[in-house]
């Protein structure tokens, strides 16, 4: 674990008062709503299962599928490019951009196109990116990364949102009514709809049995990217596939349901293929870019694997108890929460996101809010557990250990160990409780009692009783 990162963030995470409200406000609304959405869909327990045992048997069986659907999409006229990390999928998307002579790229949330950081590489080419996501949209003109899979923007205000909007040249008599700050960002976007030269848009779901791409939008955005702009780029994760439309079934079920507790999101779009003859809109061309980006790390692996399952629902952020403290900044990564706290060491093996598996309180609330049943508890304990094997540990944790593996490995050292601690804690103690504002003890007893060891331990006791024949 690094000291600095993840630690300094959330101290300054904790310190903004609003963010905390904002984030706890909408992750319990979030919260509530799937609740209600999946009493009322019944029988969610068994919807669970069988989404689990869908998804375990597609990541089993990925290269069948993946093979499959590229050869599905070739039939229907797109384009398969197969991209081994972010570099490469950002260099084809470069370059199918760059064959187009684009100028102008429409994009739709897609959390993929975060991690290869597309925008910043085309804008280096002196390509417009604008995201037509509301919250992605507001996100993009703030500078910042979401701080939510599937709520960009949920640390902002309407005051934020409009000083950004009237940053971005609207009428400084903008209001901060909902209907006119939408008013402006619809009049905005719809602009870059109609003059873009490329649409690119993630994929919540890649049908490998018709080579479609599926994506769950509410704002109908994705309608208007995939289908306006003379080329369509799809960026996917290679785990995105579901064998067939009855699977589709069962996550379409699920994913809007764990996501924001709607039914159904407001667009389902089905895209097979660029547009045909006789066919009134669509793309010329379509383009689908299949990343690895780091996933094929876990295959294989049966403790991490079954962290490709994911839907990306962001259902788990929302009971997340320290995400609900510290939002989704503080992880430092482009996926926030439990998920992020999983997904990018395993992803990105990379010391930076070593201390990411600390942010839990390893509470469980993860594991059961997940549709999937992605044992995230398990996982985070098991990425500890690598931490120190590989040695990412700091030197006084380690001696720490060391020390204690030692005095408990015999009863006379433990009784050593425990009259030497109980005479040292007279400097921190206060009390019935440890105290301690220094060292690394600080980090246990700013915020949790942590009690002080009893001045006579239990075997001590029984002995003096036992001297006394009083037992
Ligand atoms: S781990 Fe589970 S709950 Fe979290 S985003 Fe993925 S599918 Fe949703």
């Given amino acids: ?9 959330s101290r300054q995470a ?18 509530g709503r799937k609740r209600a959405a999946s009493d009322q869909l019944g029988h969610w327990e068994a919807w669970r299962e069988q989404a689990r045992a869908i998804r375990e048997h597609t990541i089993q069986h990925l290269d069948y599928y993946l093979s499959q659907f590229a050869q599905r999409v070739r039939e229907r006229g797109g384009q398969v490019h197969f991209a081994r990390d972010g570099e490469e999928a950002a260099g084809i998307i470069e370059r199918i951009v760059a064959e187009q002579s684009a ?15 597309i925008n910043a590489r085309l804008a280096q080419r002196g390509v417009e990116v604008v995201e037509t996501d509301l919250g992605e949209f507001i996100i993009q003109l703030a500078g910042e990364m979401p701080s939510h899979i599937i709520m960009p923007c949920i640390h902002k205000n309407r005051q934020q949102i409009r000083e950004l909007f009237v940053r971005d040249g609207a009428d400084p008599s903008l209001g901060t009514d909902t209907q006119e700050l939408l008013a402006y960002a619809r009049r905005r976007l719809r602009e870059k709809f109609l003059t873009a030269d490329v649409g690119m848009t993630g994929c919540n779901f890649a049908i490998a049995e018709t080579g479609s791409i599926v994506l769950f939008t509410n704002e109908g955005n994705g309608r208007m990217v995939s289908s306006l702009p003379r080329t369509h780029i799809v960026t996917m994760g290679m785990e995105r596939i579901l064998p067939t439309f009855a699977d589709l079934e069962v996550m379409a079920n699920l994913l809007p349901r764990s996501a924001t507790g709607q039914k159904l999101t407001a667009y389902m779009s089905v895209i097979t293929g660029p547009r045909r003859p006789g066919e009134v809109d669509g793309p ?10 780091g996933r094929s790390k876990p295959l294989g692996d049966p403790e991490f694997q079954p962290i490709l399952h994911c839907i990306r629902c962001g259902a788990c952020l929302n009971v997340c108890p320290v995400y609900r403290h510290i939002g989704g900044h503080a992880y430092g990564s482009v ?10 060491p395993l992803l990105w093996d990379d010391p930076t996101y070593a201390e990411l598996p600390y942010a839990s309180s390893l509470c469980g609330a993860c594991d059961e809010a997940c549709p999937v049943k992605i044992p995230l508890h398990d996982m985070l304990v098991a990425l500890r557990r690598r931490n120190v094997e590989r040695g990412w ?10 020390a204690f593996a030692w005095a408990f490995a015999r009863p ?18 206060r009390g019935d409780v440890i105290r301690s504002r220094l060292g690394p003890l600080a980090g246990w007893t700013v915020s949790r009692d942590f009690p002080a060891l009893a001045r006579e331990s239990f075997r001590e006791r029984y002995a003096r009783l036992k001297n006394r024949g009083e037992v």
Avoid: C, W
């Fill in 284 to 293: 010329e061309e379509l383009h689908v870019v299949i990343i690895d980006n």
């Fill in 1 to 9: 674990m690094t000291d600095g990162g993840l630690v300094a963030r």
């Fill in 14 to 31: 904790l310190q903004d008062e609003f963010l905390r409200a904002a984030v706890r406000f909408t992750t319990d609304r979030l919260k």
């Fill in 412 to 429: 006379g050292r433990y009784r050593i160990a425990m009259r030497t601690a109980r005479r040292g804690q007279v400097l921190v103690r």
């Fill in 335 to 344: 996926y926030p929460g439990p998920i992020g706290a999983v997904l990018s």
């Fill in 103 to 117: 100028r102008r790229v429409v994009k739709s949330k897609s959390m993929v196109s975060e991690e290869i950081h």
């Fill in 393 to 402: 540990v700091k030197a006084g944790e380690r001696s720490a250990f060391r």
